[in-house]
């Protein structure tokens, strides 16, 4: 018995260790099972103690004292390995959902003891062992298990969010899609409008049917006259189950680019899935389309659509850009009415070609100009996306929520207008599926007007540093770091001649 009660709890707390661990993997992954499944193919390394805890199992068969005795310290390794760490990016969040898969593991690990109690030795110690042995499995599993509640609480918070905006008749809904620049145009238009209107905003990166859900169940009241709802895809369907939720009644998309090809597959992929924004504003309001992209122009359909972004072809365009280290002055033609003299700390020539689709918005939402100009004033940089800070000589530029190619190379063109030494740390994009490789070698070859460029992760970045030697960029001036902590120290501590400005391209989550 004493045998079992051992096994057992070792096991117990291994599983418990490994299913925080990968819980933390699967929540990351937006509970995905696919995913989770990647994640532990590009990780088999995780699966060595397992495998040595089933040997230890095994050998407790023939030998029960040793095979337990090994097995405790395979777990005691489990443990050290598996411990949650204490500089993560984005912690595991112990929503409803979560606890719910936390408690039928507990069941699981649970019932394989009661289960070990009745059957004879040695068989027992390896039944009581299982949780332990297959605990970077148990994640997953317990995901199909708990599928059809989860099924029915998403079910019952969906309608009641439906319920909830069904009741605001009066209220604007605005979806916004893209494959890049959609929460910057949310903050941008939300800005805007709150001039003239009472603005409820998708808050962060809530861009999900569930996310939308919390907001629209936690936030959003009777005296709210606008809702500016951003809607995000990894796969085709998605942005139709944001609509099918809240039913906008305009929409704006501003890109479509190469971003989660993994998942989507091919590039006409993403356009279908951001075009179901605007099957579902068709017949109820105005469709805005970045016309400067040219995917969206030559896209054929009868919807009532209105482009905007740089170009004079657009019905709303931003001319007479002139960008400086201290913001961006422009003028702004819409439905052929100048407007002049526009002043934002916003920086980049892209920032106001989002801000031209906010700024269409809103005018023809009735606007004034004295409310936009005033509004303006108050626009920041959405977080993490070209953000600037500035520490006296040290310029800091964080656009680490940016993950494309075109924004990559924006955030280049921003920072080589700098007349500093320029630094770039960067651990390149990802989930670029089978263009990943080439697209973060192009983006190697654009970084080659930086004075230092600082790779985060040796075997990622590997593309980059290819397309950056490509160039004839002297070897000195590129350091590979595992860390990006490590990597803005060192930044931050390199001596140069005047000022220097350092731009913290893309930051990978923890899955990574």
């Known amino acids: 018995m004493w045998l079992i009660v051992m096994a057992g709890v070792g096991s117990l707390v291994t599983t418990g260790f490994v299913a925080v661990h990968h819980m933390h993997m699967f929540q990351l992954g937006s509970y995905q099972w696919r995913e989770q499944f990647t994640w532990l193919g590009a990780h088999l390394s995780s699966w060595i103690l397992q495998v040595m805890a089933l040997a230890a199992a095994l050998l407790a068969l023939v030998a029960p004292i040793a095979g337990v005795i090994i097995f405790l310290i395979v777990c005691a390794l489990v443990v050290v390995v598996a411990r949650p760490r204490r500089d993560t990016k984005k912690p595991l969040v112990f929503t ?76 604007i809904i605005i979806g916004i899609t893209g494959s890049y620049g959609k929460t910057s145009v949310k903050y941008y238009l939300a800005t805007l409008l709150k001039a003239h209107f009472n603005v409820l905003m998708t808050p962060e990166s809530y861009n999900t049917p569930m996310g939308i859900t919390k907001t629209i169940r936690s936030d959003l009241r009777a005296t709210h006259e606008v809702f500016v ?31 989660h090809l993994e998942t989507f597959g091919s590039p006409e992929v993403i356009m279908a899935t951001k075009w179901e924004l605007a099957d579902s504003v068709a017949g109820k309001g105005m469709l805005y389309l970045n016309g400067d992209d040219a995917k969206l122009r030559e896209k ?13 072809t657009n019905g709303t365009y931003a001319h007479d850009v002139q960008v400086s280290l201290t913001g961006t002055s422009f003028s702004l033609t819409h439905r052929g009415q100048e407007y002049t003299g526009f ?47 500035r520490q006296g000589p040290l310029t800091i530029i964080d656009d680490a929520y940016n993950s494309n190619p075109a924004g990559a190379k924006a955030a280049l063109d921003t920072l080589a207008m700098f007349p500093a030494a320029k630094i770039l740390i960067t651990p390149g994009m990802v989930e670029l599926g089978s263009r990943q490789e080439a697209l973060n070698e192009e983006f190697g070859v654009q970084a080659a007007i930086c004075d230092h460029v600082f790779l985060v992760g040796a075997k990622q970045t590997k ?12 070897p000195s001036k590129l350091t590979i770091v595992e860390d990006v902590r490590e990597a803005l120290a060192q930044a931050q501590g390199l001596t140069v001649s005047g000022d220097k400005v350092i731009l913290l391209e893309n930051d990978l989550p923890d899955n990574y």
């Open 96 to 171: 409803s959902r979560v606890n719910r898969m936390f408690i039928t593991i507990a069941l699981f690990a649970i019932a394989t003891f009661v289960v070990a109690l009745v059957v004879p030795l040695p068989w027992a110690i390896l039944v009581v062992a299982l949780p332990a042995i297959v605990s970077p499995l148990v994640v997953i599993c317990v995901n199909w298990i708990n599928a059809p509640v989860e099924f029915g609480v998403r079910q019952h918070y969906l309608r009641d969010a439906k319920r909830i905006l069904s009741a605001h008749t009066n209220l």
């Open 229 to 259: 709802c951003e809607m995000g895809a990894r796969r085709q369907g998605e942005i139709k189950e944001d609509c099918d939720l809240v039913q906008p009644t305009m929409g704006i998309i501003t890109a479509i680019g190469e971003q």
């Open 300 to 312: 054929e359909s009868d919807q009532e659509r209105w482009f905007y972004g740089l170009e004079s």
């Open 343 to 389: 002043r934002t700390t916003l920086i980049g020539e892209h920032t106001i070609q989002n801000l031209a689709g906010a700024m269409a918005v809103a005018l023809d939402l009735g606007v004034s100009l004295p409310e936009l100009r005033a509004s303006m004033r108050k626009l920041q940089p959405a977080p993490h996306r070209l953000a600037m800070s």
């Open 463 to 474: 593309p980059i540093a290819n397309g950056l030697l490509s160039t004839g960029y002297d």
